[in-house]
């Protein structure tokens, strides 16, 4: 479960406000939640605060019963895999060591100089191939295809096996089967009971993939609710 108790960031002075203003929403386990918005609205600034990368200026979020400290950041951390806006993968690594790279955020940088553990490697081996990438796993993540590089970013999101899964624009430069395969993998996910986050600009695949949807506006939820119908709810910021 995730909850933020009416959180602010920062004040921002190009803003002129915070660019979190004031978010308090739950999401139960096993929800698959669509996070809508126009550009700027703070998508990505709340994903990042909901794994501890945006200060808070006020108010708490709780992950899972826990509340979100720097003393429970790193057990916080370990439940959430993020996908990035962008897919935040290393272009000069391998496939492979992409996805071990999901790692580091459990293993201390003493013990990271020694290289992963067998264990790990056997893992993303696993994922990469569950994902149709096996024969990728040597490749330099530059060398690979949009579609193939988002499913890099979604094995190295699931090293930790995580209960929570964050997606910030997952199909985003993605062509039409690409992105379907992607909608297969997250729907796969989600049979699986993951709790899950996307944030979204395509509103057909808002309703079609997800039950309910959170709009934000400046930084403050303006909707939430049903994902059907989700045009209409979004005609109001246009
Ligand atoms: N590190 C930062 N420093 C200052 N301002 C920031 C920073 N990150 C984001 N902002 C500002 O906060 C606001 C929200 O940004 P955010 O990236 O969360 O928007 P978004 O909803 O994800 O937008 P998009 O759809 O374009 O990805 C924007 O006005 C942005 O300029
Ligand atoms: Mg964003």
Same mark, same amino acid.
């Given at each position: 479960?995730?909850? !933020? ?26 929800? !698959? ?7 700027? &609205? ?13 200060? +808070? ?37 391998? &496939?492979? /060591?992409?996805?071990? !790279?999901?790692? +580091? ?12 553990? &067998? ?48 997606? /910030? ?28 986050? %996307?944030? %979204?600009?395509? +509103? ?6 997800? /039950?309910?949807?959170?709009? +934000? ?6 909707? /939430? ?12 910021? !246009?």
């Amino acid at each position: 479960m995730i909850e !933020c108790h009416d959180i602010y960031s920062n004040y921002n002075t190009s803003l002129s406000r915070p660019i979190l203003n004031g978010i308090t929403l739950k999401i139960n386990q096993g929800e !698959c939640v669509a996070l809508l918005g126009l550009n700027g &609205a703070g998508k990505s600034s709340l994903l990042k605060a909901m794994v501890g990368l945006l200060p +808070l200026q006020k108010g708490e979020i709780y992950i899972n019963n826990l509340v979100m400290t720097q003393k429970t950041l790193n057990r916080v951390r370990r439940q959430i895999g993020m996908i990035w806006q962008g897919g935040g993968l290393i272009p000069q690594l391998s &496939a492979l /060591d992409n996805v071990l !790279c999901g790692k +580091l955020g459990t293993v201390s940088s003493w013990s990271s100089l020694w290289g992963f553990s &067998a264990n790990d490697r056997i893992t993303a081996q696993s994922l990469l191939r569950q994902l149709g990438l096996e024969q990728h796993e040597k490749q330099k993540v530059s060398k690979l295809s949009g579609g193939q590089q988002q499913r890099v970013a979604i094995a190295r999101a699931l090293m930790e096996s995580p209960k929570i899964l964050f997606a /910030d624009e997952p199909t985003s430069g993605l062509d039409l089967v690409a992105t379907q395969q992607m909608m297969n993998i997250i729907t796969d996910l989600r049979k699986q009971g993951m709790t899950i986050v %996307l944030v %979204l600009h395509d +509103l057909a695949m808002a309703s079609e993939y997800t /039950d309910r949807s959170i709009i +934000l506006d400046k930084g403050r939820v303006i909707y /939430d609710g049903k994902s059907e119908n989700i045009q209409h709810q979004f005609a109001h910021l !246009c």
